[in-house]
């Protein structure tokens, strides 16, 4: 399995980045998948999940916020990322995690990670 994330930047507090996971080597359309993210000197913290059913979940730090979605078409999902704060600036993840899925630290597959900084 590989997971591929991409779409990481320095922006503004208030801006929007969109991050990508390209997936291999899995049944895509199988499987939840999640952004988790690790900020400077702090443990990973799951930010999203989407289900096979496309149901989605988000932290309560960035709910309303963020955005999980997926394309089965293209083994892919995306974390669209709007009003940034300077508490997002983290490197974030890809996985494909196991129950319960809002446990950033449990997952069978994670990604290189893409690193998003928030600074004015």
């Known amino acids: 399995v590989q997971l591929v994330e991409s779409g990481g930047g320095l922006v503004q507090p208030g801006g929007s980045l969109r991050l990508t996971c390209a997936a291999s080597g899995l049944t895509f359309v199988a499987h939840t998948l999640s952004w988790v993210r690790q900020p400077p000197g702090r443990d990973l913290e799951w930010v999203a999940h989407i289900t096979v059913s496309s149901h989605t979940d988000y932290a309560d730090a960035v709910k309303g916020r963020f955005t999980i979605s997926r394309d089965n078409s293209k083994d892919m999902i995306y974390l669209q990322m709007n009003d940034l704060e300077i508490e997002d600036t983290a490197t974030y993840y890809c996985?494909?995690?196991?129950?319960?899925?809002?446990?950033?630290?449990?997952?069978?597959?994670r990604g290189q990670g893409t690193r998003v900084t928030v600074s004015s």
């Open positions: 996985t494909v995690p196991h129950p319960p899925y809002n446990v950033a630290a449990k997952y069978y597959n």
